[in-house]
């Protein structure tokens, strides 16, 4: 009686996946028939006479149809689908806050398929809508730091395995909202040089600005970090006199509140 396919489980994986071929026909325990993956072909062992046989799924990239042959006799063919694992090129909002992270998009391959993106020690992000296959959005999960940024290394999966550590190109840094507690001094005049802001969490540091309250209306400050508490800033030249007005120090983090004050 020829050999005869009735499922495959699982029906899709990566090389090294072990294959459960159902069906009829596959001869007395433990004999070994020919497993066919497209042209690739694989020893098999029968683990349920004549209606099972184990196999390790060859390497490959793509849909391959799978037979097996007894003696003279091939069966019918059944697809599998050969998934190699993702790789991760390149994350394109790479830094970001600890508490409620935007989206960002990853760039590689084998997106499709992902099941899970982790980012290490802070977990599963959310999974957005597949893009293409090299190109995939996630939300970061939560991950609350206090102090020095954190950086992270993030890994796809998907039914071929797990995607390799990529080092920097591969990396998500979390950083905690930064804190202003004081101003020194607290009024002057717009171009005043030498203002000394104090507080935490002054890492990457990307703006301090002057904000009228009024308006609103933004004036970006030039800075200088002197450390991860301490900034000195200029008074924005073009800033109004008689004003008080809010000042702030923004990071990947996020941005000071409440905001001091500074009265021109």
Known sequence: MAPVITSISPTQGASGTVVTIAGTGFGAIASTPTVHFDNTSVTGTVTVANTQITVTAPGGCAQV????????STSNAKPFFNIAAPTIGGINANVGPDTSPPATTLYGS????????????????????????SQRSVTPPTFV????PVTVNVTATNPGGTSAIAGASGQYTYYDRPTAATITPSTG????????????????????????????????????PLSDTQLIVTVPPGAPSGTALN?????????TTPALTFTT
Request: charged fraction near 5%.
């Open 65 to 72: 149809n799978v037979s097996v042959t007894v003696g003279a």
């Open 110 to 133: 084998g997106f499709a398929a992902t099941t899970a993106v982790t980012f290490g020690a802070a977990g599963a992000g959310t999974l957005g809508p597949v893009v293409s296959d």
């Open 145 to 148: 730091v206090t102090g020095a």
């Open 189 to 224: 005049s717009p171009g005043d040089t030498g203002v000394l802001i104090v507080g935490t969490g002054f890492y990457d540091v990307s703006a301090a600005t002057f904000t009228d309250p009024a308006g609103p209306t933004d004036y970006p400050a030039d800075f200088t």
């Open 247 to 255: 000042v702030t120090v923004t990071n990947p983090g996020g941005t």
